[in-house]
């Protein structure tokens, strides 16, 4: 049910049942490794195309969350899923070969938040027994699209960041055991005259910021109630500066531990990854597989994920606007059992 | 709450408080213009891109729905919309515009209908007081990044379609007097083979029947429950598919008036549109335009929308994929004061 003006408190407690996450070769030799589900030697997955292999790392990914689960795909009433692809083709695709009633949706690299969000009040509210939630990057196929083909070489600078090869998925369920789904809060669109897309970090903080704000207003909670709170990917750029932003507007981030998934997902010493990670898939398989791990482990018992998203196209770029950007956070609790 | 597989059935009739339909010059010289709320004279409505016209017209659609719903933007807890552009640019530019918090989401000109649904399921579920939904196409911005600029004056095949200019858009409250939202069901991705985008008719009618199919089953009733059932843009190729397709598994049609949002907008002997209409805007700007007010007239008591979406990209189709479809359905009624 509605909270403040933009969040949903879930009363029904709609419970994370299964998750996975598929990876890239890169991504597998970064500090996370041990908690993804599955590693790819190979980038291109065995398929002719960066796309269609960005889309079978989602395939992937729902296909084993719903294995997770303990659940078949026809018991799976919807798939809320999207992607950065043009049209969200890898998620419509994926959605195509699993059969599961869609709802695309893109708040790009917010997707992953926005749809867990959508999920679980989707089976908050009795409108599914069982939804999924899932978003993908791939790092080829989004430069491409983006910025430059990877083979083009071109330099980058410092506040760029590596958009991580990855998908994560969860089933969503009005029963069983695990981690629960206990409310969202749902961003507005804030652009700060940002106009440089090598620099995302900076654009999307103000937007990680606003979202915060309302959210501990609408709950009239403290940060304090959080174990953790994580940002999608504002990579050390953006992180500096949300973190600027926290101070300035008072809020007493000091009460816990605040952490960027575009900074734990690789190594800065032996990677080469300017700011840090980026992509939908970032939050996704940092949130579904190492904090949800550390959550089954007793290790966190609350925290808040708070999805970032710039919402340009190139086309908007190359007509000179700015960029818009978005945050959606969710929260979840360990689970009566754990 | 979930009724059968894949549909919602919406127990506290949340009413459509208000619409807005915003138009170019050639949807102004079709049947439908008295039905439209503000007819543009100038395709580019003054703005420097077609793809800026395009976020002007959903800008206006989403204000004036706001307006004639009696309600100030503030009171708005959620944007739910998107549209053709990569990114969804015209929605989350006018997101940025609005300041309401936003959900974005992607079903090509199924997008009409997914957005309502998810609107209706979002207040009948007490999770917004009032949430807006809206979409909107440019004929040339999407001609441009789908198939060919405009001015190369490239041939099409009878099988073609015409984008509409146009966005529509509605303010869904939970209380309130107006048209009510009673049931909605989303569809599957159905793929049948087909690769020729200048075919989408073709390509998008079996998933309306699919999604036609649920809806019946799902709520255990017959087309004849409905004044009028109306596809989203299958235009004439489609909708005589669809009418194939329906007889073949034996839905009976003839109890009620099926029509097509894609062969209504435009004048076929006047207007050169080949199969007829399509785009985003299709479906809203005939739904929240001349079906809303015939029912505020009185002449329809119940109808089923089924938009239909086209999911793939010019890249999906350069890589030789075929086109995946979707069709979402959302039953309106007239309500108790009408």
């Known amino acids: ?7 949903w408190v879930f009363e029904n407690k709609p419970v994370i049942l299964g998750t996975a996450t598929v990876v890239g070769p890169f991504e597998g030799r970064g500090p996370l490794a041990k908690d993804f ?16 292999a960005e889309k079978v790392l989602i395939e992937e990914a729902a296909k084993l969350a719903i294995e997770n689960a303990g659940l078949t795909k026809e018991q799976v009433q919807f798939y809320i899923g999207g ?6 083709i890898s998620s419509s695709f994926a959605a195509r070969t699993l ?6 949706v893109f708040g790009a690299c917010s997707t992953s938040m926005e749809s867990l969000a959508l999920a679980a009040m989707i089976v908050n509210s009795k409108s599914a027994h069982y939804a999924l939630a899932g978003t993908c990057s791939h790092n080829a196929s989004v430069e491409k699209q983006f910025r430059y083909p990877t083979e083009y070489g071109s330099q980058k600078p410092p506040t760029a960041q590596y958009t991580v090869t990855g998908a994560g998925a969860a089933i969503v369920s009005d029963k069983g055991e695990g981690p629960v789904v206990t409310s969202a809060t749902i961003g507005r669109v804030i652009d700060m005259g940002i106009t440089d ?19 501990f207003r609408d709950l009239n909670i403290q940060p304090g109630h959080y174990d953790l709170i994580v940002t999608g990917d504002l990579s050390k750029v953006g992180y500096e500066i949300a973190c600027e932003l926290l101070k300035k507007h008072k809020i007493p981030m000091q009460q816990t531990e605040y952490k960027d998934c575009g900074m734990m997902i ?50 908007s770029f190359q007509q000179g606007e700015t960029i818009p950007c978005i945050a959606h956070a969710v929260s979840i609790e360990a689970g009566r059992d754990m």
């Open 83 to 88: 992607d950065l692809m043009n049209q969200i």
């Open 99 to 104: 059969s599961i009633p869609f709802l695309g």
């Open 266 to 315: 690789y190594d800065y010493d032996t990677q080469m990854v300017q700011s840090g990670a980026s992509g939908c898939g970032c939050s996704a398989v940092v949130t579904y597989g190492h904090l949800i791990n550390r959550m089954r482990k007793g290790e966190i018992k609350r925290m808040l994920v708070v999805a970032t998203g710039a919402l340009l196209s190139p086309l």
């Open 197 to 215: 897309p090598f620099n995302m970090g900076a654009a999307m903080a103000p937007a990680a910021v606003d979202t915060m704000e309302a959210h």
């Open 37 to 52: 589900s599955i590693i790819h030697g190979d980038s291109m997955l065995e398929e002719k195309s960066w796309e269609k």
């Open 1 to 7: 049910m509605l909270k403040g003006h933009q969040s």
